[in-house]
């Protein structure tokens, strides 16, 4: 082989090399790429639906609410109803705040009605005459 032909291999297989680096390193800048955007997207999934749930029910009617309720099923419907009837529709349930023995004995002092406990206890001693 003469000296220019074993420049020219030399020469190919150094532009083949730097061709196979070249569409290795293009293929992980694309696999990480889609990666940042599956973390990035899946964060805003998660995160957006919660305000837009808050801001759209603190400005809803009762009617609204009630209407809303019974789109889901009719005993949903029925509750909203009661709800929106006693003293405390206006009060804004907030889904952080969680129930403890005060707010609960709080409630039950500001509700009249009997609890279905309550009524259950009524009417074992009325049946069984104690």
Do not use: H, W
Request: aromatic share 4%; net charge positive.
């Amino acid at each position: 082989m003469s000296r220019k032909s074993r420049m020219r291999l030399l020469l190919v297989d150094r532009d083949r090399s730097m061709q196979s680096l070249l569409k290795a390193l293009a293929q992980k800048a694309v696999v990480l790429g889609l990666m940042l955007l599956i973390v990035f997207s899946s964060l805003n999934i998660f995160v957006a639906p919660s305000y837009a749930i808050t801001a759209s029910r603190d400005k809803l009617t009762s009617q609204d609410k009630i209407d809303r309720a019974y789109q889901y099923s009719e005993g949903a419907g029925i509750l909203e109803e009661e709800k929106q009837a006693s003293s405390s529709a206006k009060q804004i349930f907030k889904p952080e705040d969680k129930a403890n023995i005060k707010s609960v004995k709080a409630s039950q002092a500001t509700d009249s009605e009997k609890s279905l406990v309550e009524q259950g206890k009524d009417l074992l001693e009325k049946v069984t005459g104690k």
